[in-house]
């Protein structure tokens, strides 16, 4: 899927793209307790996107390095569109 094709209902997004922007690590609460989350940009072609990291995936963050999301969703975020990854998303590094 190309990201310009990512809306807001998005579901079971597969995109691959360029990590252009790695954001700052912060400490949340979650229902599970509290957990860390990166915001990243990512670009393909087409648009760009932000995508929200968790815990050990966000250490694969480089900036210029080719990831491959699988089984992921979008949603709006403060008026800003972002792909999120569920637990039964894929996250990995191709480049």
């Known amino acids: 899927m190309d990201i310009k094709d ?3 209902n998005s579901k079971d997004v597969e995109v691959e793209a ?3 922007e790695v954001g700052d690590v ?10 860390k ?8 072609s087409t648009g760009k996107i932000k995508l929200s990291v968790w815990e050990d ?5 480089k900036e ?7 089984s992921a969703y979008a949603n709006e975020w403060r008026d800003e ?9 894929i996250f990995e590094v191709v480049d």
């Open 6 to 8: 990512i809306d807001a």
């Open 18 to 20: 360029k990590v252009v």
């Open 26 to 35: 912060r400490e949340v609460n979650t229902r599970f307790g509290q957990k």
């Open 37 to 44: 989350v990166c915001a990243a940009t990512i670009e393909d």
């Open 57 to 61: 995936q966000i250490k694969l963050l």
């Open 64 to 70: 210029g390095k080719t990831v491959k999301v699988t």
């Open 81 to 89: 569109l972002q792909l999120n990854l569920s637990r039964n998303s």
